[in-house]
Every structure is written in structure tokens, then in C-alpha cells.
């Protein structure tokens, strides 16, 4: 099979969603009260600063590990981080709808106490098919995100083979490549997603070995940020799925 050389996905840095998220948590809201669509809503000035501290990182690779090109999510908050990170260095970016984030819906804009309060049946749905198969009513399952990114992943090696892919994402999409290039089982993916939360402008890689097979690098790195003085988003501030 034909393979990258290196494959980066960078997560967008802190959207005003993550903090309004955030507070309506805190305070038992059942709605987070966003003015926007999500596939509108911006970085916060947190999350502006960490899309430039990773845009230091970026520079300060050796050039024969920078980024041959890079393919970003069209949500506003993947854009601009995408923008931040990359200026001024000549790396081809193109937008990808299969690199959104996952799709709510009916329960979009909800916490997860406004699930429970509002959506009783769907939150016992949740918990008897499990994380990995649920899909809410107009919104997407984990597996249905798979499927998208399994033929990104595809196209993505059949056009770049050997050149090295900088993608900009979601959290979900983080977790979901590592089922996808580690071959992980849904046990082992959902263990994942209970050990750890996808920082802002974290940085997950996997680079080809001998044999040419891509091999985790590092996950969920937010080193970068402290090198580079920026503020990391502190692991309580950054929004989940409600369900």
C-alpha cells in the first residue's frame, strides 16, 4: 500500500465554544448559547495564541520535516488556526468536509445535563449502544466519522505517497485516526477516549517505519505551547460531547 512519510493532525486552538461550553457546564445550563453555527464559530484570543505558538514550532522544524502540504477542516476554527500556524510559509493548504467535526444533531448546542433533561431516551440510547455506535437523530455516530476519514485517508496516500501531510481537525477526528492508521479495536479506541482529552492546538504524528507503515510518533503533544509561551487550555476548559 502506498504511504505517507509523515502525518500530523494539529486540533484547532480554543474556540469561544470551548469556553462558553465551559461556563454552561459549570453552572448546570442545558444550553451552551452560542450565537453561531458551529461550523462558524471563531477562535477565543487563547486560542489565536496558541495557533501562533504552533506556527513557531512549524518554523522552527528542520526543513526536511516540514509539512509538504496541509488539508484543514472548512469550520472556521480549523481555518484559522490553519491560517495562524502556516503564515508566511508557502505550505499548500486546501479545505476537506471530511475533516468537520461530528455532526450533534437534534442535541447540538446542548450540555450534557440539558441531554439528560431533554433527551431521556436518547441519553439511555447512548449508554446501551455505546460512544462508538450511537448516532443521534440528524447527527453522525463515531463510525460514521470513521468512514469519512477512512477515505480522506485514502486519497491522502494514493495522492502524496512518501510527502508529509499536516491535517488541522477536531478531537474526535484525533482519536479516530489512531483507530484508523493503528488498527485499534473499539475497546481500545474507547479506552482512549476515557484516558485522555484532545488539548487545543495539541499535535498527534505518526511517521513511516522500515517497512513503510506509518508508527505513532507522539499523542495529544502540547509541549510546543509551553516552549513557545503560550497559555495550554487547562484540561477542564476543554468541552467534550455533552453525551
Known amino acids: 500500500m502506498a504511504e505517507l512519510s509523515t502525518l500530523w493532525i494539529i486540533r484547532h486552538g480554543e474556540s469561544t465554544a470551548n469556553v462558553a461550553a465551559t461556563r454552561a457546564e459549570a453552572t448546570g445550563s442545558e444550553v451552551i448559547g452560542l450565537s453561531h453555527r458551529d461550523a462558524d464559530v471563531p477562535l477565543s484570543p487563547t486560542g489565536e495564541e496558541q495557533a501562533r505558538a504552533t506556527g513557531r514550532w512549524l518554523a522552527g522544524l528542520p526543513e526536511d520535516r516540514r509539512p509538504d502540504v496541509a488539508v484543514v477542516s472548512p469550520y472556521l476554527r480549523a481555518v484559522s488556526t490553519a491560517e495562524l ?3 508566511g510559509t508557502g505550505v499548500p493548504v486546501s479545505r476537506d468536509e471530511r475533516l468537520r467535526d461530528r455532526e450533534l444533531g ?28 450511537y448516532r443521534p437523530p440528524g447527527g453522525e455516530a463515531w463510525t460514521d466519522v470513521a468512514l469519512r476519514l477512512r477515505t480522506l485517508l485514502g486519497d491522502l496516500r494514493r495522492d502524496h505517497e512518501g510527502r508529509r501531510v499536516l491535517l488541522f481537525g477536531h478531537d474526535a477526528l484525533v482519536f479516530l485516526l489512531r483507530y484508523l492508521v493503528e488498527g485499534l479495536t473499539e475497546p481500545e479506541l474507547m479506552a482512549l477516549t476515557r484516558e485522555h482529552v484532545i488539548a487545543n492546538c495539541s499535535i498527534t504524528d505518526w511517521s513511516a517505519d522500515d517497512q513503510g507503515r506509518l508508527t505513532l510518533g507522539g499523542f495529544n503533544e502540547i509541549g510546543h505551547l509551553h516552549r513557545q509561551g503560550a497559555e495550554p487550555t487547562r484540561e477542564d476548559e476543554i468541552h467534550a460531547e455533552p453525551v
Open 85 to 87: 500556524a502556516l503564515h
Open 106 to 133: 437534534i442535541l447540538d448546542g446542548l450540555t450534557g445535563h440539558g441531554v439528560r433533561n431533554r433527551f431521556p431516551d436518547e441519553a439511555e440510547r447512548r449508554d446501551r449502544l455505546g460512544k462508538f455506535y
